[in-house]
């Protein structure tokens, strides 16, 4: 089961926001995910 960050980053994966780049940096630096935005971009 997905934690609230992981749909998080899904949702700004899925999104069409040209800032979404920008926002997973963000999540990703402050819950120490990059690792996980990897794997999930390659999704």
Excluded at 21 to 33: D, G, L, R, V, Y
Aim: glycine share 2%; with cysteine; hydrophobic share 30%.
């Amino acid at each position: 089961m997905l934690g609230s960050q992981d749909q998080t980053v899904i949702c700004v994966l899925k999104s069409a926001d040209p800032q979404a780049p920008e926002k997973i940096t963000k999540i990703a630096h402050k819950s120490n995910i990059k690792k996980r935005y990897k794997e999930l971009r390659n999704t």
